[in-house]
Nanobody, 120 residues
Framework: QVRLVESGGNLAQAGGSLRLSCVASGRVSSVRTMGWFRQTPGKQREMVATITTDRATNYADSVKGRFTISRDTAKNTTYLQMNSLKAEDTAVYYC??????????????WGQGTQVTVSS
């Protein structure tokens, strides 16, 4: 079983910064792609940023130039540095990861979500 735990969600002012973290724990052998998604009430969950094992990154157009995703492979951790925050960034942010368990099975997991609220 693989568990993802996010942290770092908070209330921030527009123009401010927050840093989210997500750790994959449990029977993890290797983590491939890690990513951040976000969701607001009544809307579909949307991709914010992803990063592969080769550190290739992909960003939603709405966050390009403001958000940076990174990872620490040894710690099975991914980070999302969010700068120049806008009110429209307010959402629950979810971590996602896929990879292999110690038993050689593939996994794809979601975290429980962390709330980011940006006041204008």
């Amino acid at each position: 079983q693989v568990r993802l735990v996010e942290s770092g969600g908070n209330l921030a002012q527009a123009g401010g910064s927050l840093r989210l973290s997500c750790v994959a724990s449990g029977r993890v052998s290797s983590v491939r792609t890690m990513g951040w998604f976000r969701q607001t009430p009544g809307k579909q969950r949307e991709m914010v940023a992803t990063i592969t094992t080769d550190r290739a990154t992909n960003y939603a157009d709405s966050v390009k130039g403001r958000f940076t995703i990174s990872r620490d492979t040894a710690k099975n951790t991914t980070y999302l540095q969010m700068n120049s925050l806008k009110a429209e960034d307010t959402a629950v942010y979810y971590c996602n990861a896929d990879g292999l368990t110690r038993h050689g099975h593939t996994f794809a997991s979601w975290g429980q979500g962390t709330q980011v609220t940006v006041s204008s």
